[in-house]
């Protein structure tokens, strides 16, 4: 499959964050160097403010220092698929002592992120239904650690806007697919997470939730 996504940068610190976040989401993508030629199949290319410049391309995002590549690489997602916003956001969570979180539109994986708290958790949900918009929102609860989930869910209940679909996944068979790097426990939490994201489960009955924005 030929990469639609191209980096052209010399700036060692802009590449690596970049590309660690296009790895992250599994991404194929070119390395280039701003003066190389770039192949017809690239339809957005990633660059530096410094480099803009010097390159030919219709489609240019701009990287810029000190800030996250993630909002960037979700725009780069958007423009490469022909969208300006998703059909189906799904995000899917698993509780524990870490919990796990990944974003899904459309079926593929937008991010993942591990947090350490219910309060953290749930102001990264917040967060995530603040950045990305779609016609159909869902938030799916893995239910392996049933104290944790059943302390979550009220809280998301109150917060989340009301066209936001709750629901309870029943997680037998995701923790397992991280055993091979259960010395990465983030990780670990952010596969899980992906599997339950992937999961229809059992709709929520939501009491508190908030108007639309």
């Known amino acids: 499959m030929e990469a639609k996504i191209a980096v052209a940068t010399v700036s060692g610190k802009a590449y690596y964050f ?3 976040e296009l790895k992250s989401r599994g991404l194929d993508f070119l390395s280039l160097t701003p003066y ?3 192949p017809l199949t690239v339809q957005v290319v ?4 410094k480099e803009r410049a010097v390159i030919k391309h219709p489609r240019i995002l701009v990287y810029q220092e000190g800030t996250s590549a993630s909002e960037l690489v979700d725009e780069a997602t958007k423009l490469v698929r022909g969208k300006t916003t998703f059909e189906t956001i799904a995000v899917g969570v ?3 002592k870490t919990f796990g979180i990944a974003v899904l539109s459309d079926g593929d994986t937008l991010e993942t992120l591990t947090c350490i708290s219910l309060e953290e958790t749930v102001n990264a949900v ?3 239904f603040s950045k990305h ?3 159909a929102k869902f938030v799916k609860v893995g239910n392996l ?3 944790y989930t059943a302390e979550l869910l009220p809280l998301l209940d109150k917060v989340l806007p009301k066209d936001v ?3 309870v996944v029943h997680e037998a068979g995701t923790s397992h697919l991280g055993r091979q790097t259960i010395h990465k426990r983030g990780l670990r939490h952010a596969i899980a997470a992906v599997k339950i994201a992937e999961r229809r489960g059992q709709t929520y009955q939501r009491q508190g939730a908030t108007e639309t924005q």
Do not use: H, L, M, R
């Open 36 to 38: 190389e030629s770039i």
């Open 46 to 49: 990633i660059t530096t403010e």
């Open 165 to 167: 679909t709750v629901e």
């Open 126 to 128: 917040v967060d995530i």
């Open 18 to 20: 970049i590309v660690n």
């Open 145 to 147: 650690a049933p104290e």
């Open 94 to 96: 698993d509780p524990g």
């Open 133 to 135: 918009q779609a016609a």
